[in-house]
């Protein structure tokens, strides 16, 4: 079955629910959105908890991808939760919602990426929130995206808090304010106690659209394109192909794996590995795929004694930096167990968190097979560049002494993880490489420039091929300084914007 729209969304995590809605505001046009996932999850997924959201890896809803080994944490292979369901990664994740320091979005026109800077992104930053009572200047007061006040602080919550404030980290009022430093209470995507994703806050509100048609457990094999033109998507559901075709463009929303992989089986890539596979090139982009990178993450962690209050609690966060000079780097957060390495359990204690916010390390996504059923090889190059294992000692560091900090004495016990065999930079490195791994917020694959390696240009139109635009993670030259969600909300608003526009022309 053949079917045609004027535009056809592949992908409907974040920034595919963000783009079926707005896009289809004007009733004059009409909207197609494929997702490979299901509509809606289990019962947990809606959990207002974020430590819940560790009960949704490997299930139904997550892509449950593996790394290839990493030769930076000693050869393991790690896994990459991603969002198979409506609402992508923001129905999975730890709902956290922070945009980085500004910083962060003026890096992408510093790296070619012309009107991608924090002031041009700010407007659909804002437009994506409603974060009432925040500071009009560059808070959003009524978009989709609620956000609510958090639960009052347990006593070990306000205390770790507090312990990074002794350790001489000051206080910042609003986590998402343009030039945030400091510790912070984090702010979440949680509406009356329940997980918001995006398609609970874009998509599913404007489902009865006469002019938006939302086709699920819809895998995209790949694209049609016909003399230089995308015109259209096939995909098999329930066993059974299908195509669908756009009159004005196919926009890709995939993910920073799923976009670009979509994109090397349609024979946009690397021109000698898609003839190697025997996948026809239709057009020569060495840059899909490539610019693969993630925030690393480690923590330490301690026994109590004394066990901590049970129940809903609001979560300190921080933003720090390595050095005297330059901008934070370091994003830590606080949870009141001690967790094992990789997420591999938990007891009773406290963990400190902290992820490197600019990562050197670049690594790839490359094509298994030519079968579009086949897993990528996701290689997100973890601690290649030896800076980046440099600062993440320097934050361990800088985690320790806010836990050994004067407000944590009523409950700190032994630091279990790392412990004594972590005292010189050599031992501390080696305890980085042997627990670093994802904080779930790959991007980069399909970035924006106009160098040789850009994959878009500041339209977010693809290189060399008509009627293609890619909007999500994976246009980021490099990743913001926090959790990502927060900026592919914005990036798929100003998509939207960017795409109504000249069909306006």
């Known amino acids: 079955m053949e079917k045609v729209y004027d535009y056809v969304i592949v992908g409907g995590g974040t920034a595919g629910a963000v783009l079926a809605a707005r896009l289809s505001e004007n009733s004059e046009v009409s909207v197609a959105l494929l997702e490979a996932g299901a509509g809606e ?183 049609v394109i016909e003399n230089g033109r995308c015109r259209g998507a096939e995909y098999v559901r329930n066993g059974e192909p299908g195509t669908v075709h756009a009159e004005r463009e196919v926009v890709l929303s995939a993910g920073a794996v799923g976009s670009p992989q979509i994109l090397l089986l349609s024979g946009i890539g690397p021109a000698d590995d898609l003839r190697r596979l025997g996948i026809p090139v239709r057009a020569a982009l060495p840059g899909v795929g490539a610019n693969l990178h993630d925030h690393p993450l480690a923590w330490i962690s301690y026994g109590v004694k004394k066990s901590p209050v049970p129940g809903p609690s609001r979560q300190a966060m921080l ?59 996701i290689d997100p190059a973890y601690l290649t560049e030896s800076e980046d294992v440099d600062r993440m000692v320097a934050a361990l560091r800088m985690a320790r002494d806010i836990g050994r900090a004067d407000s944590l004495s009523a409950w700190r016990d032994e630091e279990t993880l790392p412990g004594r065999e972590a005292v010189t930079d050599e031992g501390c490195g080696a305890y980085i490489r042997r627990t670093v791994g994802t904080y779930f917020h790959p991007v980069g694959t399909c970035r924006i420039g106009t160098d040789d390696e850009a994959v878009v240009d500041a339209g977010l139109r693809v290189h060399g091929v008509d009627g293609l635009s890619v909007a999500d993670a994976s246009v980021m030259p490099s990743v913001v300084s926090a959790n990502t969600n927060a900026a592919v909300l914005g990036i798929a608003e100003r998509a939207a914007h960017l795409i109504a526009t000249r069909a306006e022309r």
Request: contains cysteine.
């Open 41 to 223: 999850g289990p019962a947990i997924m809606s959990d207002g908890n974020p430590e819940a959201a560790v009960g949704l890896w490997g299930s139904s809803v997550d892509w449950n991808y593996t790394t290839t080994p990493q030769s930076g944490t000693g050869n393991a292979v790690h896994t990459w939760p991603r969002g198979r369901v409506l609402g992508g990664s923001s129905s999975i994740n730890g709902m956290t919602h922070l945009r980085g320091h500004a910083s962060g979005f003026d890096a992408w026109e510093k790296q070619g990426a012309i009107g991608w800077n924090y002031q041009e992104m700010l407007p659909f930053l804002m437009r994506s929130e409603g974060a009432r009572g925040g500071d009009p200047r560059f808070r959003g007061q009524t978009g989709p995206m609620t956000i609510e006040e958090p639960p009052a602080a347990t006593p070990l919550a306000q205390d770790l808090y507090d312990a990074a404030v002794d350790a001489g980290h000051p206080r910042c009022e609003d986590g998402n304010a343009p030039q945030a430093e400091g510790v912070f209470w984090a702010e979440r995507n949680v509406a009356e106690g329940r997980r918001q994703s995006a398609a609970d806050a874009y998509l599913f509100p404007v489902l009865s659209r006469p002019n938006l048609t939302v086709v699920t457990d819809a895998q995209v094999r790949r694209l």
């Open 319 to 377: 933003f720090a930096r390595t050095g005297p000079g330059g901008d934070p780097d370091i994003l830590m957060s606080f949870t009141a167990v001690a967790l094992e390495p990789r997420w591999a359990g938990a007891q009773e204690g406290f963990s400190i968190l902290f992820g490197l916010a600019t990562p050197a390390s670049r690594g790839s996504v490359r094509l298994s097979s030519a079968d579009p059923a086949a897993y990528p090889l």
